[in-house]
């Protein structure tokens, strides 16, 4: 069994055991995602795999935001969009790829905003503020691919 087999193995089970699932569980599962899922080329069971990611990560931005741990929360949309902008990033990566990666950062985006614009310090309305403008920054770096229909089934 490989490497991206044996987390999504984790992953799935953590899903599936409704039970005795846990948040530390899949904080754990998270941050051991490997880097190897978001290689090209992206197959089904990669794709796959950024979807259980991308899932696990809102699952664990919402929960530590519902405690009240806006850092922690926030922390997981942070590692979600940088873990796409790279996939998005990559000259190697299917087009159809790329799209897909630019649109759900086009979601995690306003996500972002609206969690910075939920919280009552003054810090996170600046950080609002200086996410639109770095995501404005690189999305014009990416010549409006994030704008054209998708041909594929991503």
């Not at 991206?4 to 051991?32: F, P």
């Not at 991308?54 to 519902?66: A, E, M, N, S």
């Not at 309305?125 to 991503?154: A, I, K």
């Amino acid at each position: 069994m490989d490497v991206v087999d044996s987390w999504m193995k984790k992953i799935q089970n953590w899903y599936e055991d409704t039970e005795h699932r846990n948040v530390e569980s899949l904080a754990t599962i998270v941050s051991q995602t490997p880097a190897m899922i978001f290689d090209s080329p992206i197959d089904l069971k990669r794709s796959d795999a950024i979807a259980y990611f991308v899932d696990g990560c809102t699952k664990l931005q919402r929960h530590y935001q519902f405690e009240g741990k806006a850092e922690e929360a926030f922390s997981y949309l942070q590692f979600c969009y940088a873990k796409l902008q790279a996939l998005a990033s990559r000259s190697d990566m299917d087009p159809d790829i790329k799209r897909w990666s630019l649109k759900k950062l086009d979601m995690l985006i306003v996500s972002m905003m609206e969690f910075c614009q939920q919280q009552k310090d003054a810090a996170w309305q600046r950080e609002s503020e200086q996410l639109v403008e770095l995501h404005v920054t690189f999305m014009m770096g990416q010549n409006d691919l994030n704008l054209r229909v998708l041909s594929g089934p991503y």
